[in-house]
């Protein structure tokens, strides 16, 4: 039952800071910057979830955080989920062939992912929906993975410490790095 606890504590605490990110991302950014491009808060969660999780406890913590932040956005939830798997898929590859522990591979994981899932979006746009994206925001996309890079690093640590709270063991290949 200990276990149980530790799960469900472990999720609620994902689930409860990606929501408080997310939301402040999507409000009070835009308030404050206007339409300075933000940093994606969620993706970190994705990458989190991709690297330090075995494949079935990622895929439901992934469907749990999009769920979490598709009202939080103009993308279908449908769309937006087959997004999300999609970027963890490529993450799991990506890290079959690449990996090493720590925060600095956590930071460029999330920057890359960023930039995948955008150029992901516009793609799957084009092939899947009848009104698809028309215009490229490079720069956008490229200040936006930046910062989140950048917002990265305290995620990582905050994440990490979830983890270390709530004992959560992660697979051996990862290994723990909670400092």
């Known amino acids: ?14 689930l409860t800071s990606l929501l408080l990110l997310a939301s ?3 409000s009070l950014w835009m308030q404050l910057l206007g339409s300075f491009p933000p ?12 690297l330090y999780r075995r494949a079935t406890e990622s895929f439901v913590m992934i469907y749990l955080l999009t769920l979490a ?11 937006f989920l087959l997004l999300n798997l999609l970027l963890a898929g490529f993450i799991f590859l990506f890290k079959e062939r690449i990996y090493w522990p720590g925060s600095t591979y956590f930071v460029l994981v999330c920057g890359s992912s960023v930039i995948l899932f955008s150029v992901l979006h516009f793609g799957l746009s084009w092939a899947i929906e009848h009104n698809p994206a028309r215009s490229y925001h490079f720069f956008d996309w ?7 890079m950048l917002l990265g690093f305290p995620l990582y640590r905050l994440m990490t410490w979830f983890d270390h709270l709530t004992q959560k063991e992660l697979p051996t290949e990862a290994g723990a790095q909670w400092l």
Do not use: C, D, K
């Open 24 to 26: 402040l991302q999507s």
């Open 69 to 79: 932040v598709a009202s939080l956005s103009a993308i279908p939830l449908g769309f």
């Open 142 to 148: 490229t200040l936006g993975s930046l910062l989140t």
């Open 39 to 50: 940093p994606q808060t969620w993706v970190p969660f994705i990458v989190y979830a991709a």
């Open 1 to 14: 039952m200990r276990e149980v606890s530790l799960v469900f504590a472990n999720y609620s605490l994902f």
